[in-house]
Antibody, heavy 123, light 110 residues
Framework: QVQLVESGGGVVQPGRSLRLSCAAS????????MHWVRQAPGKGLEWVAV????????YYTDSVKGRFAVSRDNSKNTLYLQMDSLRAEDTAVYYC????????????????WGQGTLVTVSS | QSALTQPASVSGSPGQSITISCTGT?????????VSWYQQHPGKAPKLMIY???KRPSGVSDRFSGSKSGNTASLTISGLQAEDEADYYC??????????FGGGTKLTVL
C-alpha cells in the first residue's frame, strides 16, 4: 500500500530555514512525480511545488520562488522541501502528494497524500 | 495566479443532489482537461474524488461525477449521505508545470 510520511515541521523564527522530508513506500518512487501542497490554518489548499520523477524538472508557485527548493533522493525513496527565508505567511500544514500514477510522465493530479507536517513561523 | 472560484458553502438534504462549481479562466480550466476534485474531512488529508475532469478513481462512489463547460468545472454529488459532509476543492493544471486550487466549498448535509 502506498504510504507517504512527512517529517521536519516545527516552530521557526522568521527569516530562518527548515527542511521537510517525505518518506515514500509501497510504490516505485523513481517513476512518480511528487508535489508539495500546503494549507494555512483554517484556510484552503495551495499547491507549492512539483518535481518530476527523475528530478530534472521542478516548478514552484510564485510566492515561494527563490526561497524554497524541492529535491528528491530516489535511492532513499525520499522527497525534500528546503524552505529558506521563512515568513509568517508560510505557516501551514505541508503535505507531500504523489502525482497520479502516469509512469515517468506527469498526470497533474494528486492520488495519494501524506498526513502532513505543521510548520509555524513565529518569533 | 488567482485561485479558482468556488462557492464558500453549499447544502442539501440526504438523498438530494448538489453541484459545486469551480470557475477559472482560459489559461487554466478552459485550456486543459486536467481538473481534479478533492474531499477533505476536518483534520484529515485530502482525498482524490475526480481526475481528468470526469474520471473516478477506483473505490470512489459513483454518486460523485465531474464535468466541464468552458472555463467552469463542476462536481455533482447525487444521493447525498451524511458522510459526504466535508470540504471540497477543485484543482486545475495552469500551464508551465503549475497547478491551481479553488478556495474550497464547505458541504453541509442538512
Amino acid at each position: 500500500q502506498v504510504q507517504l510520511v512527512e517529517s521536519g515541521g516545527g516552530v521557526v523564527q522568521p527569516g530562518r530555514s527548515l527542511r521537510l522530508s517525505c518518506a515514500a513506500s509501497g510504490f516505485t518512487f523513481s517513476t512518480s512525480g511528487m508535489h508539495w501542497v500546503r494549507q494555512a490554518p483554517g484556510k484552503g489548499l495551495e499547491w507549492v511545488a512539483v518535481i518530476w520523477h527523475d528530478g530534472t524538472t521542478k516548478y514552484y508557485t510564485d510566492s515561494v520562488k527563490g526561497r524554497f527548493a524541492v529535491s528528491r533522493d530516489n535511492s532513499k525513496n525520499t522527497l525534500y522541501l528546503q524552505m529558506d527565508s521563512l515568513r509568517a505567511e508560510d505557516t501551514a500544514v505541508y503535505y507531500c502528494a504523489r502525482d497520479g500514477h502516469c509512469i515517468s510522465t506527469m498526470c497533474y493530479f494528486f492520488d495519494y497524500w501524506g498526513q502532513g507536517t505543521l510548520v509555524t513561523v513565529s518569533s | 495566479q488567482s485561485a479558482l472560484t468556488q462557492p464558500a458553502s453549499v447544502s442539501g438534504s440526504p438523498g438530494q443532489s448538489i453541484t459545486i462549481s469551480c470557475t477559472g479562466t482560459s489559461s487554466n480550466i478552459g485550456s486543459y482537461n486536467l481538473v481534479s476534485w478533492y474531499q477533505q474531512h476536518p483534520g484529515k488529508a485530502p482525498k482524490l474524488m475526480i481526475y481528468d475532469v470526469t474520471k473516478r478513481p477506483s473505490g470512489v462512489s459513483d454518486r460523485f461525477s465531474g464535468s466541464k463547460s468552458g472555463n467552469t468545472a463542476s462536481l455533482t454529488i447525487s444521493g447525498l449521505q451524511a458522510e459526504d459532509e466535508a470540504d471540497y476543492y477543485c484543482c486545475s493544471y495552469a500551464g508551465s508545470g503549475t497547478l491551481l486550487f479553488g478556495g474550497g466549498t464547505k458541504l453541509t448535509v442538512l
